[in-house]
T-cell receptor, first 114, second 114 residues
């Protein structure tokens, strides 16, 4: 049972344009969400997070939006840069579980074209 | 302290052999996690430690797998009698007990069982 889903395995965007990566989850108990970026041969790197008490969190070029009723979150990158080309994973967890065990999606490979 | 360190980076082993991986977390982090990532999938939780106590194990962690974290510092993950299905990237991560900034992952150990 895939509790966190990223239905687009890949996305190509022109440099300077907006990249929108999507993520859906099935467990309405999840109350914290994160995005990680992964380059080849490296471990995932934390990018941005959002608590379920918010619907938006912004950090520079990166904004995460959360729609709890739709159980959907998205990551917006504006403007996209070639260095953003990587695999992006969304993750979710339940803060009250105590373990901080993340459930990851399958990832979306973003390619930013120069 | 430059982050989470994992050794070796790559391991090729014959089916049936035992392998051991090591993870050195960020020194002040009391939580340590092991995840496994296979091709086309996101990282999957295996187990986690708070200090030296192993507090949760996934059903993915069969009895051929054992993890330790003596003295709450580095951790080892041992796989006995390896099978081809064990081929994956094994990721270690660490965090403070409460963190809104996600885990810090190491670069992983890629295991290939031939």
């Amino acid at each position: 049972d895939q509790q966190v889903k990223q239905n687009s395995p890949s996305l190509s965007v022109q440099e300077g344009r907006i990249s929108i990566l999507n993520c859906d989850y099935t467990n309405s108990m999840f109350d914290y969400f994160l995005w990680y970026k992964k380059y080849p041969a490296e471990g995932p790197t934390f990018l941005i997070s959002i608590s379920s008490i918010k619907d938006k969190n912004e950090d520079g070029r990166f904004t995460v939006f959360l729609n709890k009723s739709a159980k959907h979150l998205s990551l917006h990158i504006v403007p996209s840069q070639p260095g953003d080309s990587a695999v992006y994973f969304c993750a979710a967890y339940l803060t009250t579980s105590g373990t901080y065990k993340y459930i990851f999606g399958t990832g979306t490979r973003l390619k930013v074209l120069a | 302290d430059t982050g989470v360190s994992q050794n070796p980076r790559h391991k090729i082993t014959k089916r049936g052999q035992n392998v051991t991986f090591r993870c050195d977390p960020i020194s002040e982090h009391n939580r340590l996690y092991w995840y496994r990532q296979t091709l086309g999938q996101g990282p999957e939780f295996l187990t986690y430690f708070q200090n030296e106590a192993q507090l949760e194990k996934s059903r993915l962690l069969s009895d051929r797998f054992s993890a330790e974290r003596p003295k709450g510092s580095f951790s080892t993950l041992e796989i006995q009698r390896t099978e081809q299905g064990d081929s994956a990237m094994y990721l270690c991560a660490s965090s403070l007990e409460v963190s809104n900034y996600g885990y810090t992952f190491g670069s992983g150990t890629r295991l290939t069982v031939v």
